[in-house]
């Protein structure tokens, strides 16, 4: 069978096309047959598209700001040129989305229909930079493939089940009413990693517990236990939790006060700041990219910067540690958690006391899934590779069946 993923963003579209068995799904996530990806923030009016396929990799300007008829053209690369996979569209079995928010009303994934187009249009003011991109994908492929199925595969919904002592806020409780809770986000990636986890343990997950830590542009945390999520550090919106590449995580919500009445920042400016300026970009004044926050730590605010990214990493860790109540595994994904090795030793540290021991040796090999605990330590500590795409397309495979 074969399975188109899409996976949009508020500037970018990324795309798989997976072949699989009808009978059994690999436990190791299989290379697509063709992968694309587009950039609508290179410059005004054109988005750039590279398509590889067939050990082919290409490069193409899109002479077009309108995503749909983008869409399409980055589809016809599939059924035409040297990235040619298919014959025709109509061979693809069914279309699977990451979609951002689905609030509590969606804890797996879900075929698509008006009422679930609907349920994400309504959550669109509470992920305006995602969800409504997500809906205007699936309208897409409806104009473009027709009758072909899709599958919403939600980022909240492996948090959907956390319990009201951790996902309802010390405000109001009215306000619970409105919706202003903890979603989480990341669900895809932290689910994807406690089963993974399990797979490469040998073990079955509800015997586990485990914190995942997907440490990208975005960085949040997941206390795993019974195989479902129990506590998160992101909230009401992608915002709250640990510092970013460009976001700050949580801060004492009187500053945002005090800005407004003192300075007369007004909500965009605010959501700008916290947003887009804050984070390892707005302390170290350089960049939000943790490669050069590292390559520049002769800088005193890199340099703090990063020592305020460990401190509240460490810091949150320790809050699910709580959660949990124990820890029997410490998972790092995404591309900070997969490719900082300076940044797993940090966190790793001072944890002694659980019997967390990290072999050094191991963790400076930067490896793409490997155990990098040491034989006697009693956590395991893992490096997964961040498999959204191949946790969607899984998705859609056990739809099929």
Wanted: hydrophobic share 40%.
């Amino acid at each position: 069978m074969k399975i188109l993923v899409m996976n949009a963003g508020s500037s970018s579209q990324k795309s798989c096309l997976y072949e699989l068995a009808p009978d059994t799904l690999p436990q190791q996530p299989p290379e697509p047959l063709w992968e694309a990806h587009i950039d609508w923030t290179v410059a005004e009016g054109f988005a750039v598209g590279k398509i590889k396929a067939n050990g082919v990799k290409l490069e193409t300007q899109l002479a077009t700001s309108d995503r749909k008829l983008a869409l399409s053209k980055m589809l016809d690369t599939l059924t035409g040129g040297e990235t040619k996979v298919l014959e025709q569209l109509s061979e693809i079995d069914i279309v699977g989305h990451r979609v951002v928010h689905g609030g509590t009303e969606y804890s797996q994934a879900t075929l698509v229909t008006p009422e679930v187009k609907e349920a994400i249009d309504r959550f669109s003011p509470l992920a305006p930079a995602h969800n409504p991109a997500n809906l205007e994908g699936i309208t897409a492929i409806e104009e473009i493939l027709s009758d072909i199925p899709q599958v919403a595969v939600f980022d909240t919904a492996f948090h959907s089940q956390i319990p009201p002592k951790a996902a309802v806020y010390p405000i109001s409780y009215k306000l619970l009413d409105e919706g202003i809770r903890r979603y989480g986000f990341h669900g895809i990636s932290h689910q994807y990693c406690a089963q993974r986890t399990a797979q490469l343990l040998d073990k079955p997950l509800e015997s586990l517990k485990i914190i995942t830590c997907h440490l990208g542009n975005g960085c949040s945390l997941a206390a795993i236990k019974n195989g479902k999520s129990i506590d998160t550090t992101m909230g009401f919106t992608p915002l709250e939790g640990l510092m970013m590449g460009t976001r700050s995580g949580s801060i004492d919500p009187g500053i945002l006060i005090y800005l407004m009445r003192e300075y007369d920042f007004t909500a965009d400016r605010l959501d700008k700041m916290l947003n887009k300026d804050s984070g390892l970009k707005g302390v170290s004044g350089l960049s939000a990219d943790m490669r050069a926050i590292l390559a520049a730590q002769d800088n005193p605010q890199a340099k703090l910067a990063f020592e305020m990214y460990i401190y509240k990493l460490r810091s949150l860790m320790g809050s699910m540690l709580a959660s949990l109540g124990g820890l029997d595994v410490l998972v790092f994904t995404a591309g900070v958690g997969e490719n900082a090795v300076l940044v797993r030793e940090q966190a790793c540290q001072g944890w002694e006391f659980l019997g967390l021991h990290l072999d050094l040796e191991k963790n400076q090999s930067s490896p793409k899934e490997l155990d990098i605990a040491t034989a006697d330590s009693a956590v395991r500590i893992l490096v997964i590779q961040a498999q959204e795409d191949w946790a969607i397309a899984s998705e859609c495979w056990q739809h099929l069946r």
